[in-house]
């Protein structure tokens, strides 16, 4: 079974950028689908953003399009997260998740990491 181990989450002043990275014990399917999501205080699990694990297939949430760019090292069994110009609003525990469908729906993900927290403030 693949366990996800997040790191890299921290504190950071607004228009600071913080590199999350998930790392997968045991093999990934190369038809697998890697995300990460996020939730806030008080809010729902969101998706953020996904990869295929055998492709440059990528799609993001309209909140961070432009900021974030999600990348895979296959070599490595290792996801990444960076973020640039991050505002308070992105704020929250950071899940890495692996799935099998293309999909934003978090009821599609069958694997959790524990999560990295993910503090912007001033």
């Known amino acids: 079974q693949v366990q996800l181990s997040e790191s890299g989450g921290g504190s950071v002043q607004p228009g600071g950028s913080l590199r999350l990275s998930c790392a997968a014990s045991g093999r990934i399917y190369s038809s697998s689908v890697m995300a990460w999501f996020r939730q806030g205080p008080g809010k729902e699990r969101e998706f953020v953003a996904l990869?295929?694990?055998?492709?440059?297939?990528?799609l993001y949430a309209d909140s961070v399009k432009g900021r974030f760019t999600i990348s895979r090292e296959n070599a490595a069994n290792t996801v990444y997260l960076q973020m640039n110009s991050l505002k308070p609003e992105d704020t929250g525990v950071y899940y890495c998740?692996?799935?099998?469908?293309?999909?934003?729906?978090?009821?599609?993900?069958?694997?959790w990491g524990q999560g990295t927290q993910v503090t912007v403030a001033s």
């Open positions: 990869t295929r694990w055998h492709s440059s297939s990528t």
């Open positions: 998740a692996r799935g099998s469908q293309y999909s934003s729906n978090p009821q599609e993900y069958f694997s």
